[in-house]
């Protein structure tokens, strides 16, 4: 499974972004996630969204503000990000785990990783 993310870029604060994760392979069954790392940080889970699209997760920071989604039918993820603030600045990354229907917000479940794309927040 290989995982190309898209969508970064810069914003002001208050501004939005659209996130896409494109997977190649099978990932009907999987779980998708985004997790973030700021410079000089850990990489912190964001979003989590289960193989059909009915069960989804947050990190507390993003509640509200961030939304994930899938199409399956395009091997695609989204994460809608909406009143974005500066602390939002991270490299965000898309991850599959390849246990069927398993639903995990750690990033040690999952096991096939994006590139990465950069968002950046100015204040």
């Known amino acids: 499974v290989q995982l190309q993310a898209s969508g970064g870029g810069l914003v002001q604060a208050g501004g939005s972004l659209t996130l896409s994760c494109v997977a190649s392979?099978?990932?009907?069954?999987?779980?998708m996630g985004w997790f973030r790392q700021a410079p000089e940080n850990k990489r912190d889970f964001v979003a989590a969204?289960?193989?059909?699209?009915?069960?989804?997760d947050y990190a507390d920071s993003v509640k509200g503000r961030f939304t994930i989604s899938r199409d399956n039918a395009k091997k695609t993820v989204y994460l809608q990000m909406y009143s974005l603030k500066p602390e939002d600045t991270a490299v965000y990354s898309c991850?599959?785990?390849?246990?069927?229907?398993?639903?995990?917000?750690?990033?040690?479940?999952?096991?096939?990783w994006g590139q990465g794309t950069l968002v950046t927040v100015s204040s």
């Open positions: 991850a599959a785990d390849r246990t069927p229907y398993r639903f995990s917000t750690e990033a040690i479940d999952y096991n096939y």
């Open positions: 969204i289960n193989w059909s699209g009915d069960r989804t």
């Open positions: 392979g099978r990932t009907f069954a999987s779980t």
